[in-house]
């Protein structure tokens, strides 16, 4: 288990929620489905950084830290004694190839080079860890997940993790001799409690309430072709069954992630809904679960 568990960013939860609920244009589209790309690999990742030995490394994965007005991302980071991993994840798919130091797709569109970001990230993470009076040694690789990816002309001479070498990098890495030190837990808890929970490279696009597709939807798939019996509401693309009280209760929390300034009103819950036909049933559930502020038609769920 890692030390710090991998979440699902509000962005990406924020766009999966309009391209279901709205027509995103396609530059807005293309970005999300690179967001999604993108976190699948490092799930990816996850899935073989969790074979390591608990006893010889902390994993803390998805740090968001600043220094110098700076901020900086590290997919992962593998804390060890003697040496700590910063880890690059990509999730590239199809073919590239390297030359002058740089990374292109074959029809020669230029890539971001991840070489470059490590070096950035590196030399940004040792800037903050010497104001925390830390002297660590960094080993960084920028790790290639998607086993379609192939680079032509690769560097040998470079830190890069290919899809074919993930399992022997692995094996290797977890027979290194390594013991945990009170002082790398305290490092693993300096980190967590820097970490920034708000992205100023997030980029969303611009949508209100009213642009917003009402009606159900499925937890599981996403789809609308869900029917309501008053209890239960059942997706008849994916089979899945939700009950009435997880529905609005997960309506809440998608509509304030959406629209974090608006007031849960019965209302509202009615309205986004469309097929609850008791305003009564609807409020009982948030009277349950929310706290009532304000007097009758002044009243609304917090």
Known sequence: MAFRERRESDELKIFRLLNYRSVLPSKEKLFYANLEKGFKGEVMFDQLTEGLDPNKFLILNDLLLETNSTTF??????????????????????????????????????????????????TLLLQFLQKKKYSISLKSNVFFVNPSFTLYQAPQDKPIIYPTQLAKYFEKLNKRSSILTDDHYRLAEDLVKEHKTISPYTRLPQYDYYQLKKGPSCMLCHSFAVSFDGTIFTCHSCGCLENVDDAILRAVGELQLLIPDIKITTNLIFEWFKVIESRKQIRRILKKHYQIIGLRHATYYK
């Open 73 to 122: 991302q590290i997919d992962s980071f593998l804390i060890s004694q003697g040496t700590h991993f910063p880890c690059e994840v990509k999730n590239f798919e199809g073919d590239f190839y390297y030359k002058t130091d740089q990374f292109f797709a074959m029809n020669d569109t230029v890539i971001q080079n991840p070489l470059d970001q490590i070096k950035k990230s590196d």
